[in-house]
């Protein structure tokens, strides 16, 4: 069981940057492949970025590449999304998810994480 909790969300101007945080706790943070997914009001959740378990492999979804970056931290149990250059398009509740994933092929896929945080708002305004 792994319990997840995104923070960092809030109110930026188009161009501006944010930093997400995902606090795990409860098994293993490093037993785990982490991704970061968003959904805006009326869409479909889509994914954004993964990170391998030991942070070694990254893939990104292409609306993101360039301007955002995935990175965690197993000895404090979190993960990570800068953004950067942020866009009204961005505009979304992004969530944290923990899954088996072994490779970046089957990182983009929902069903393939057994466990997502509650979501935090990002609020892009132009």
């Known amino acids: 069981q792994v319990h997840l909790a995104e923070s960092g969300g809030g109110l930026v101007q188009n161009g501006g940057s944010l930093r997400l945080s995902c606090a795990a706790s409860?098994?293993?943070?490093?037993?785990?492949?982490m991704g970061w997914f968003r959904q805006a009001p009326g869409k479909e959740r889509e994914f954004v970025a993964y990170?391998?378990?030991?942070?070694?492999?990254?893939n990104y979804a292409d609306s993101v590449k360039g301007r955002f970056t995935i990175s965690r931290d197993n000895a404090k149990n979190t993960m990570y999304l800068q953004m950067n250059s942020l866009n009204p398009d961005d505009t979304a509740v992004y969530y944290c998810a923990a899954g088996p994933i072994y490779s970046n092929l089957l990182s983009a896929r929902t069903d393939r994480y057994a466990y997502w945080g509650q979501g935090t708002q990002v609020t892009v305004s132009s």
């Open positions: 990170i391998s378990r030991s942070g070694a492999s990254t």
């Open positions: 409860g098994r293993a943070f490093s037993d785990w492949a």
